[in-house]
């Protein structure tokens, strides 16, 4: 064989042999792009408690996916400067499928593996833009992160928050309102519903606020009995409470999530919520802040120096234990009034 005619074979071997490999890897693309984001959604699904996690799983889906179609892209291309030099070579020996229909056209396949890919990454793109509305980034700061983790925990916190009796949680309270005469109470951030249950219970008339919903159904599920009213509300406007005013305003955990730029324009809102003679209960959380939830640091002191000039005079009522046995974490009771 002569020497020009053995290269050119080598040449149509090799280049063959190039060409099946890429066709091969073509295949095996949309198979990496199932395995990548079935992967990776299944990470999502198993992290429900971690927003950030689930957002960057979702990202890299949809970054996954969009790649996968750009060297889907490139891949094609090549393998068709492969397929020209080959048909070239052999002429009569070439066998072409160029097609004339809808289903045999030319590019049928790539652009059907690429409308899958486009496909996964913006239903991946739409779940992670879903995931950080429900984890309250798209808020207005006002406590729109606490709200969605509350949203999202609601079930799980309720079973340990409904174990402690409300005596025991709140016996400040539970010494004030226990068998007196009925007053009206508002209690802002009513969670579960365990206090305003027991409250109503007690012959108090109550007014719940409450901007989880999650909260709200369990509340109505939980206590279904209890006489009060609920509304979908949240610091520091409280908008939807005009003309009522009350002898308590109950804030059970709540104050940690007001962004201390709010504080102020918060308190001097629930002043005007009460009756001459009312008080204000407040449960201060001491611990280490929590970004996820927007929690921020608290102290009597901050909160004495912002009542001052609202004319609310503070008591304190000691330091407690967590009850819910977190050693990190103290509580302390103090009414305003």
């Known amino acids: 064989m002569p020497e020009n005619e053995t290269v050119r074979v080598a040449l149509y071997t090799q280049n063959s042999e190039n060409f099946r490999s890429l066709n091969q890897l073509m295949w095996q693309i949309p198979l990496i792009s199932m395995t990548l984001t079935g992967g ?63 289903f045999t056209k030319p590019y049928m396949v790539r652009s059907t593996f690429q409308i899958m890919l486009l496909l996964a990454a913006i239903t991946s793109a739409i779940l992670m833009v879903a995931t950080m509305n429900t984890a309250g980034w798209f ?53 579960t519903g365990r206090d305003v249950n027991w409250m109503a219970a007690n012959g108090h008339s109550v007014v719940a606020i409450e901007p989880a919903a999650s909260f709200r159904a369990l509340a109505a599920h939980l206590h279904p009995n209890a006489s009060a009213q609920w509304l979908d509300d949240r610091l520091p406007k409280l908008e939807k409470l005009t003309a009522q ?24 809102r629930l002043k005007t919520l009460l009756t001459p003679t009312g008080k204000i209960y407040i449960t201060l959380r001491l611990g280490p802040p929590d970004p996820a939830r927007e929690i921020y640091p608290v102290s009597v002191e901050e909160l004495r120096d ?32």
């Open 40 to 102: 990776l959604w299944f990470g999502v699904s198993r992290s429900d408690s971690l927003p950030l996690f689930q957002v960057c799983l979702l990202g890299l889906a949809a970054a996954g996916n969009i790649g996968l179609l750009i060297v889907l892209y490139r891949l094609r291309y090549v393998m068709e400067r492969y397929l020209g030099w080959l048909k070239n070579f052999d002429q009569g020996g070439y066998v072409g499928a160029p097609g004339d229909g809808f």
């Open 139 to 191: 808020g207005d700061g006002s406590g729109s992160r606490a709200v969605a983790f509350y949203e999202r925990q609601a079930k799980d916190l309720a079973e340990n928050y409904e174990l402690v009796p409300f005596d025991q949680a709140h016996p400040v309270l539970s010494n004030e309102l226990g068998g007196k005469p009925p007053k009206s109470i508002l209690d802002v951030g009513a969670g």
């Open 245 to 268: 005013r009350f002898d308590w305003i109950v804030m059970s955990a709540v104050w940690m999530h007001v962004h201390p730029q709010d504080r102020p324009a918060a308190l001097a």
């Open 306 to 337: 912002i009542g001052v000039p609202l004319g609310l005079k503070l008591q304190e009522f000691g330091e407690r234990e967590d009850l819910l046995g977190r050693p990190e974490v103290k509580w302390r009771t103090v009414v305003l009034s």
